[in-house]
Structures are given as structure tokens and as C-alpha cells.
């Protein structure tokens, strides 16, 4: 079967931090190795890169399928991918995956969409593609029907990723201030259960094979390894081992991984540990400066520990990356809160989110405030967008109060020189230009609010 795998482009109208980091597609990578395994021929385009059209490339082969992945903002591109396929050749199948499809099925439900993988989305499609072209749905549990009972998760247990694939592409792949980063995932899901999080209703949480990890890893031609893991700081042991098999196998790479503040807390030697052996910086959910706030997100945190992780980060020389969301009741005065928190750390790189309420979480569907963004409006539910009315201010004004604290914070002239200095010219013109970018989106968004 000739089949072509397509990451989707995000919508112009999303704020998002593609701005700053383009991660490789690691889900179509093993996307691509397990159908070629079962002899398929696969192609795999990226089209947040591409300039061409997509009906370029489906000029290039007779392809039997086409098959795309999407987080909720990109799920109109997507339908509108699929039509464009349709219209070209109508028996072209298509079919649509990835987490969000894992989770919330009901919104790929489209005449131009054949399959919707809603379960083990990559063995899923395998079986589709082996039994074509006599497809039999009832046969096939991954495969999204209104009312099918869904079947188990299994992960684990694929082949590694095709990163060959992606060859042409990789040079661009980046994260923030880490040029020609790959990708890797040494766990799925996440033991935690916070309220807010899209990422524990995919699955419950397992880990891979170590040894396994490490073979991947040594496959791995670039210098700078972003792990994708919800949370990398689980377990002592597992690190050790982790650790004990760089050292072993002569592995030498930047990583970027990951974790909660209460582990770093509690395991600065580890932290110490990790950074020797390459770790230069961790993504921390800090989440909020208020205990009442992390309390309700069910974070089982409180601020305490989240100063005492960053400042452990920090005093070790590694770079904390962490997530800020505010909440519908916020007045001035709590951005102010935010402003001060944030700068009293040495180097501040904050992403500030308003509280979104994502479809298919338990904070969607217990959601006690006016949701004022249309569901099938996919691009604005991007957690950058204000989805719902604030309960003590404008919109406009939320806004301007988020973008207050990015200019007072991660984007103030000592952060800007900080980058300069420690990540090089060219760096610094990349990131500078996402934040020019998302800046202007703001500024649209506080003269002239959705």
C-alpha cells in the first residue's frame, strides 16, 4: 500500500509556541517504521515547514491512503486537508490520529474522513493498511464508532521511529534556545491526575525498557535531545539507570526533559546528577504562586516547593522552562503578584496561559464558568486564547495584562541579554522573531478581542 503521512500546518489565527520550537513529528516517525515494517511504502511530509501545497505532493504518487495527525488546533486544517485529498481522488482513504482523536473522537467525525484511530492509533492503522482493500471496521476496535466501547491502551512494544523520513526537514527542528534538537519519548502518559491536562486521559502511565532507550538514543545523529516524556523525574532508580547507561555506552548529548517541582525539591543530588550527564534544562509546571490555585488544578504542590525546585534549578546552572496559568478571577493586582515572583528568580522563561478548560479533561466537563469560544472555533483553543469571560476585567484588558508580564519578565532587557550571551546571536534572532510574532498576535488580540 503506498501511503502518505501529513503533520498538519497550524491555523494563522493560533498563538502557539511553534514560534519557537518546531519539534520533529515523533508519532508519524513511528508512524512510518511499523507500516514499513509490514511492508508498506511510506512518505511523510511536514507541512508547518513545507511551502509547496498539499496537492503537490499527492501528485507525486498514486497513494492508496493519507493519514494525519492533530492537536485541537489543528483539527479544521486537518478536515480541511482531507477534503482537498477527497476532491483529488475520491478513493484516496484517509484517515485521522493522534492525542487529540485519542481523546476527544467525536470532533474528526467528517464526510471526509474514512477512519478515525481513536485507540493504539499506530498498530490501529497497521491493521487498516494489511487489510486493505477489504477493511472491516467491526474487526478493527481502534477504530472510532458513536458508542463502541474503547478498547485498551497498549503502548510499547513498536519499532523505533523512522527518523530517515524526516531527513530533509531536520536541520530545522529546534526547541527554544536548543538548535537541531530530535525528539524521544522514554515513557507514555503520566502517573499524576491534574485537572487541567489533556496528556493523563490519553493513557495510563507506563515506561520503556531502559537498555531500549538507550539503543535509541545512540541512533540519534543530533546533539541536543528534547524528552518528551510528560514527566521524566519519576523514579530515583530509573534515572540511575538511565544514567549508568550514558555513562556506560559513552553517550555524550544536551537534554531537555520534563518534571515536577516536587521531585526537584526533594532530589537536588539527582539534579545534580542529571545535569553532569548533559541535562541542561527542565520544563517546570509551576502552574500558579497561589496555593488555592494549585490546590483546585489537583497539582498536590504548593508554592513553597515550586520556589525551592526553581532555585534549586538555578543555584545548579540549569535553565528552568515553566508554565504560568492564570485564573478567571485575576485582577491587576495578582498579575503584579506574578511580575514579582517571576523576577525575583535569576532568568525567567515563562509560557503565561489563561486557564483553559480542554475539551476531555475533568476540568472541561466540570467547568463552572461562561465559555465563550465556539467548540469548532479548533485554532483559539490554543491556551493562548481567553476562552471563557473573565470574572473582574475585559478581555482586552486580560490581555494586555498577559502581555504585561511577559515584557516585565522573560522578555525584559536582562533576558534578552541573558540569551544573546548564553545561546549565541543566532539563537537569540530566532526567538526574538517568535516573540515578535506572538507579541503582534497579542496586539491584535487587545485592540480587537475574538
Not at 484517515?95 to 478515525?116: K, W
Not at 531502559?210 to 539503543?215: F, G, N, R, S
Request: contains cysteine.
Amino acid at each position: 500500500m503506498k501511503i502518505l503521512l501529513v503533520r498538519p500546518n497550524t491555523p494563522k489565527r493560533s498563538i502557539n509556541l511553534q514560534s519557537f520550537m518546531i519539534c520533529e513529528p515523533l508519532d508519524l516517525e513511528y508512524t512510518a517504521s511499523s507500516l514499513q515494517a509490514n511492508n508498506h511504502e511510506v512518505d511523510l511530509i511536514d507541512m508547518i515547514l513545507e511551502k509547496r501545497p498539499l496537492v503537490y505532493f499527492l501528485k507525486q504518487k498514486n497513494y492508496d491512503m493519507v493519514c494525519m495527525t492533530a492537536y485541537i488546533t489543528t483539527v479544521g486544517v486537518l478536515k480541511d486537508y482531507a477534503k482537498i485529498v477527497k476532491e483529488y481522488n475520491k478513493n484516496i482513504i484517509v484517515c485521522a490520529g493522534g492525542v487529540h482523536a485519542e481523546v476527544v473522537p467525536c470532533d474528526f467525525v467528517d464526510p471526509n474522513i474514512d477512519y478515525i484511530l481513536w485507540a493504539n492509533g499506530v498498530k490501529t492503522l497497521v491493521r487498516i493498511a494489511n487489510s486493505f482493500p477489504h477493511i472491516d471496521i467491526d474487526a478493527i476496535p481502534g477504530i472510532y464508532i458513536e458508542n463502541r466501547a474503547k478498547p485498551q491502551i497498549v503502548n510499547g512494544d513498536l519499532p523505533f521511529p523512522d527518523r530517515a523520513i524526516t531527513k530533509k526537514y531536520r536541520d530545522n527542528y529546534n526547541y527554544i534556545y536548543h538548535n537541531k534538537c530530535a525528539t524521544i519519548k522514554t515513557s507514555f502518559g503520566c502517573p499524576y491526575k491534574c485537572k487541567f491536562c489533556f496528556c493523563t486521559q490519553i493513557c495510563d502511565y507506563c515506561v520503556r525498557n531502559i537498555d531500549q532507550v538507550l539503543d535509541e538514543l545512540e541512533m540519534i545523529e543530533e546533539k541536543n535531545v528534547f524528552i518528551v516524556d510528560d514527566d521524566f523525574l519519576v523514579s530515583r532508580e530509573r534515572l540511575l539507570k538511565f544514567v549508568e547507561g550514558l555513562e556506560r555506552r559513552g553517550i555524550n548529548k544536551h537534554y531537555i526533559a520534563f518534571g515536577r517541582a516536587d521531585f526537584i525539591a526533594a532530589n537536588e543530588d539527582m539534579i545534580v546528577l542529571l545535569h553532569r550527564h548533559g541535562f541542561d534544562a527542565f520544563f517546570v509546571g509551576i502552574e500558579s504562586f497561589k496555593n488555592s490555585e494549585l490546590s483546585d488544578y489537583t497539582k498536590k504542590t504548593n508554592v513553597e516547593i515550586n520556589v525551592k525546585a526553581v532555585n534549586i534549578l538555578e543555584r545548579n546552572g540549569l535553565q528552568c522552562y515553566s508554565g504560568l496559568i492564570v485564573g478567571e478571577d485575576w485582577v491587576k493586582e495578582d498579575f503584579d503578584t506574578l511580575i514579582n515572583h517571576l523576577n525575583a528568580f535569576e532568568h525567567p522563561l515563562v509560557n503565561v496561559q489563561p486557564i483553559t478548560p480542554m475539551p476531555g479533561t475533568p476540568l472541561y466537563d466540570e467547568y463552572g464558568y461562561e465559555i465563550t469560544e465556539k467548540r469548532e472555533n479548533y485554532a483559539c483553543w490554543d491556551m493562548a486564547h481567553v476562552v471563557f469571560k473573565p470574572l473582574k476585567m475585559s478581555k482586552r484588558l486580560y490581555y494586555y495584562h498577559i502581555v504585561r508580564t511577559y515584557l516585565k519578565t522573560s522578555a525584559n532587557a536582562k533576558q534578552r541579554k541573558f540569551i544573546k550571551s548564553c545561546y549565541g546571536k543566532k539563537v537569540y534572532r530566532r526567538v526574538r522573531r517568535g516573540a515578535a510574532k506572538i507579541f503582534f498576535q497579542y496586539l491584535r488580540l487587545i485592540i480587537c478581542p475574538d
